[in-house]
């Protein structure tokens, strides 16, 4: 026994898998127990790396490429002809001879890139050869690569001296760089380099404060963990929680039953199916040796628990105390005690520790046989001892469904569908429960003092009627999520309606990577892959409000505006076929947007380096970036899936980037890549963005305000010119509704008996009504005062923010100049430096009166124009209406005229 147990600790087991089910085996056995370790461990090291996950293409393997062009090979070798490598059939490249530069070289021969040239075009200054300064590539990238998101004092933009050290690691030709000038070769490696990708490196590594309580975080967690195929047949698999648990899940679920075998060993199965069943024990072991190897932070354990025996149960809790040890916390901690109003530890408290969910029997259970356990009702067991802690599991297709029932027996009718009831737990499984209680759902309001307690939801849309109790419910307490029980094929609800409630336990089938399991796959790749994400400020704070469905800006959230314009591919499938590239964004109701950007298929099934030019996508008001990602697909055109990436929007690095695409796994393809420019801003409605405008750029604005100021004047008359009009040319002038006195309404005049003035007088009676056009109507007397009256009055108010703008400066620099001789008198208990830095914070809070005052200007003078265009647009309006009435009246008159006319006709024919 002892010689067996030294091999088994010499055994190596390395599993591959391109997905969580389907996982090959390959063992070894080390010389060593000590070597084997070190395998193990640098093996998972460099497996678990987070930065190979999110490798440029420079990183990519050659013979990858030489496999991509199978079919072009004459390109390949053209392509290690012109960088001096062998091309033959059968030689090799020594590594030496492969540099990086080098191997940069060879892909831009086998794969031109002419929209890169027209970028660098766009910064250098007409130098031959074509060339960048260091200055040009430091106004690059601060202007193009740069987050404007970013505080300019936390993060100041770059300095040429800094752009010079930068790019010596991408300008090879240390005669260039000594003059300081950038080649496009140097450009592209910079593009594709580590340093410009899309995400920060330090969103990858954990980042996040783990220090509030454990329902301030979003978890990572798996429904039914042990299934591989379907809800109703298929096998069940221990293997499944050691992947789920690399993968960094940090809650599982195990639905325990009575096993039926003379051993009488607990197993784990889904119920009333045809699904196999694995040992209970063997699930607790293989949680033990994983469950902490991919995160520290700590695992719940979400028992589903239907042994409705003693003896069995109490195995199971033997099991837990022996494999887990020190791991399982049984007793709650000293700064956290089950009392109402305490809120729940860290995660970083936890930090080692397994939490078991399981139902919890607050009375004694010594005289309780195997028979009351299974005729108890489940949620007898769960009432609190204190009336004031009433508090229980709302359900709507939950796990615990015994209540379900009307009072004539029947099911509640709609989507709530009947599950086995638990097992009452005996005293040995409750004494094991401490901070994650399922209790049966009330009313939120019962909740608000029990922290321990937490719900069970199934994903139905009806509980997001509840969307505000919901979210205030979940900053104190845990919810838990999971598929509906008719997704018999595994299929996802799309968590992210319920991520934006703040539920905490999400709980999806990791057997099935469907679009689903892809976003919390990428939602849970950051914050170190720890399986915590913490959640934004206002779903955590007791004192705010927030509305998941809200089409207004969050109070103290700052909204975005993202730009995405696809540019070109790069390599994106060995296939002689068109592609298209999708673009979309899932976020709040409000932020979703399904294929927002659709690119046109390429042309001449060209795959490898497609261009499009097409307008980009944007996304104008993206209330929520921090619950935000944005996701960019690569097709075929046949609509066959090539290849993906899904990146936060509070994270994205806005610039031109190369998005490295991911297949449906979440495991890069290396090779395959979009390259695309994105632009990202704070949102600013258009109602202020001349406010933002004038702000950003005060000198501008103001030259441009006194531009307007002359062009008004020139445009309007001045005071005091009235029209003296004589009684001749008011005859021909226009009167004030635009119409002229010659072309009033008809006397009623003798008309002509002759057929020959018959035909006149008709021909006059079908005049068409002269048309009353805008102009008309501007050069009327009242619209002519009243622009006198506002131009006298904006003009007079320009005036007075002149003469309060100088006599602010005059006071301003007599104070600085009081300000500096006392500084003089006082220059033997004061310093130059302290001199200097008491004018330079009495020129600062000058400059910012004055920029205070220039913004009340602005204000006041924008809002009495809009005064004037209303009264304005108010005079037109009558105006209008008083000529509309004349011109109505005139065709009264000629209709009565015409009638008369035909009239006179008749008795003459």
């Keep these: 026994t002892q010689d067996l147990h030294e091999l088994e600790n010499r055994m190596v087991t390395v599993v591959t898998a391109s997905d969580l089910v389907n996982v090959n085996q390959l063992n070894f056995i080390a010389s060593q127990e000590d070597e084997a370790k070190v395998w193990c461990e640098e093996l998972f090291s460099l497996s678990s790396n987070l930065l190979s996950h999110n490798l440029n293409r420079d990183q990519s393997l050659l013979k990858a490429i030489v496999r991509l062009f199978s079919s072009d090979r004459k390109r390949v070798e053209n392509a290690l002809e012109s960088c001096k490598l062998p091309y033959g059939r059968g030689d090799s490249i020594k590594l030496e001879d492969l540099t990086l530069e080098v191997y940069r070289n060879f892909l831009d021969s086998l794969c031109p890139r002419p929209e890169l040239g027209n970028i660098f075009k766009l910064f250098y200054k007409r130098s031959k050869p074509l060339m960048l300064s260091v200055d040009q590539m430091t106004e690059f990238i601060n202007n193009k690569q740069r987050d404007p998101r970013l505080n300019e004092i936390l993060y100041p933009p770059l300095r040429p001296a800094q752009t010079h050290t930068a790019m010596e690691r991408y300008q090879h030709d240390q005669t260039q760089l000594k003059q300081g000038k950038i080649s496009l070769q140097a450009f592209s490696s910079y593009l594709s380099s580590d340093e410009n990708g899309v995400i920060p490196p330090e969103k990858l590594d954990q980042s996040e404060d783990m220090s509030f309580p454990i329902s301030h975080y979003f978890i990572n967690s798996s429904h039914n963990t042990y299934l591989t195929a379907g809800q109703l047949a298929g096998s069940s698999s221990v293997e499944m929680y050691r992947q789920v648990l690399l993968a960094g899940c940090r809650c599982v679920e195990l639905d325990v039953w009575k096993g039926r075998t003379a051993e009488e060993e607990p197993v784990i199965t889904h119920g009333f199916t045809m699904t196999s069943e694995i040992s209970f024990k063997e699930v607790i072991e293989a949680i ?177 009627v509840l969307n505000l109790l919901l979210t205030r419910y979940n900053k104190s307490q845990l919810s838990r999520i999971y598929p509906k029980g008719t997704r018999v094929d595994s299929s996802n609800f799309m968590p992210q309606l319920f991520w934006n409630a703040g539920c905490q336990l999400v709980a999806l089938n990791y057997q099935t990577i469907d679009l689903s399991m892809q976003l919390n796959l990428f939602m849970f790749e950051y914050n170190g892959r720890s399986g915590y994400r913490l959640k934004p400020e206002f779903m955590r704070r007791p004192d705010k409000h927030f509305d998941p469905f809200t089409e207004n800006t969050v109070d103290g959230i700052v909204a975005n505006t993202l730009s995405v314009k696809v540019i070109s591919g790069q390599f994106l499938t060995e296939r002689r076929v068109g592609v298209y590239v999708e673009v979309e964004m899932f976020g709040l109701p409000a932020d979703t947007r399904r294929k927002a950007l659709k690119t046109k298929t390429s042309q001449n099934n060209n795959a490898i380096n497609p261009v499009w030019d097409e307008e980009p996508i944007v996304f104008k008001k993206v209330i929520l970036p921090t619950l935000a990602s944005l996701r960019i697909a690569a097709f075929e055109e046949g609509g066959k899936f090539i290849g993906h990436r899904i990146i936060p929007v509070s994270a994205i690095r806005p610039g031109y980037r190369y998005i490295g695409l991911r297949n449906e796994k979440n495991q890069s393809l290396i090779l395959p890549a979009v390259f695309v420019y994105i632009e990202v801003k704070d949102y600013v409605p258009d109602t202020f963005a001349d406010v933002i405008e004038a702000l950003s750029n005060p000198i501008r604005y103001v030259n441009l305000l006194e531009q307007r100021s002359k062009q008004l004047a020139a445009l309007t008359l001045e005071d005091g010119e009235e029209d003296t009009q004589t009684e001749t040319d008011l005859k021909s002038a226009p009167l004030e509704n635009g119409l002229s006195p010659v072309s009033g309404p008809p006397g009623h005049t003798p008309i002509a008996t002759t057929p020959k003035a018959s035909a006149a007088n008709q021909q006059a009676a079908t005049t068409d009504v002269p048309v009353c056009t805008l102009e008309n109507l501007q050069q009327s007397k009242v619209y002519q005062k009243e622009q006198r009256r506002q131009f006298k009055e904006l003009k007079e108010l320009v005036r007075r923010h002149q003469k309060k703008t100088s006599e602010l400066l005059r006071e301003f620099n007599n104070k600085y100049k009081k300000t500096a001789r006392q500084c003089s008198k006082n220059r033997s208990s004061n310093s130059d430096s302290e001199k200097d830095d008491r004018l330079q914070q009495l020129r600062e809070e000058q400059h910012q009166q004055l920029l205070a005052l220039r913004q009340e200007q602005y204000y006041s003078q924008k809002y009495l124009q809009r005064e004037h265009i209303k009264t304005l647009t108010e005079r037109l309006t009558s105006l209008a209406e008083e000529s509309h009435n004349t011109q109505i009246k005139k065709l009264k008159d000629i209709c009565d005229n015409s009638e008369e006319f035909h009239m006179v006709l008749e008795l003459f024919s």
Excluded at 386 to 398: C, I, K, Q, R, V
């Design 288 to 464: 033990a040796e994983c469950a902490f190897k991919t995160s520290p932070f700590p695992v719940i354990l979400s028992f589903e628990n239907h042994v409705d025996s003693l003896k069995q149960q109490a195995k199971m809790a033997e099991y837990c105390r022996s494999i887990f040890g020190e791991a399982l916390l049984i007793d709650p901690l000293d700064k956290y005690p089950l009392e109402p109003g305490v809120p729940l530890p860290s995660p970083q408290e936890l930090m080692g520790k397994i939490l078991i969910k399981n139902k919890k029997s607050h009375k004694p259970s010594n005289n309780t046989d195997t028979k009351r356990l299974t005729d108890q009702p489940a949620n007898q067991s769960n009432e609190p001892v204190s009336p004031s802690n009433n508090t229980g599991e709302m359900e709507a297709e939950s796990e615990e469904d015994d209540d379900d029932e009307d009072d004539d027996g029947k099911k509640v009718s709609g989507d709530i569908e009947q599950t086995e009831r638990e097992a009452v737990a005996t005293e040995e499984m409750s004494t094991l429960v401490n901070y994650v209680q399922p209790t049966k759902f009330n009313s939120f309001e019962q909740f608000q003092y029990n922290t321990f307690y937490m719900n069970l939801y199934v994903s139905t849309n009806e509980i997001m």
